[in-house]
């Protein structure tokens, strides 16, 4: 049973920051894990993911200000979001992928979280 356990997220002023931790359970063959987000009307976007060999990949939107790392021996995949902003408010989702090539759209990812709320206010 595959599972992906989300951790983290909450409500803070903008310009602060926040983590938000994944850990990736009965899935031995994720190359890819990442982080993408939504918000009411809109569709799921891309905001970083990571390769097992530690390449990255980021949003336009959050370079700079974001950044993911992972930690292979615990499946364990963490956003550290600085400088967040309004904008940055939305559901965060984590999902995690077979795919060799770390994309930043859902559909190339296989499994996803229930999703963690990141909410910044004035």
């Known amino acids: 049973h595959v599972q992906l356990v989300e951790s983290g997220g909450g409500s803070v002023q903008a310009g602060g920051s926040l983590r938000v931790s994944c850990a990736l359970f009965g899935y031995t063959y994720a190359y890819c894990m990442g982080w993408f987000r939504q918000t009411p009307g809109k569709g799921r976007e891309g905001v970083a993911v990571?390769?097992?060999?530690?390449?990255?990949n980021y949003a336009d939107s959050v370079k700079g200000r974001f950044t993911i790392s992972q930690d292979n021996a615990k499946n364990t995949v963490y956003l550290q979001m600085n400088s967040l902003q309004i904008e940055d408010t939305a559901m965060y989702y984590c999902?995690?992928?077979?795919?060799?090539?770390?994309?930043?759209?859902?559909?190339?990812?296989?499994?996803w979280g229930q999703g963690t709320t990141v909410t910044v206010s004035s």
């Open positions: 990571i390769r097992t060999d530690g390449s990255t």
């Open positions: 999902a995690a992928s077979s795919h060799w090539e770390c994309l930043l759209v859902p559909v190339a990812y296989n499994y």
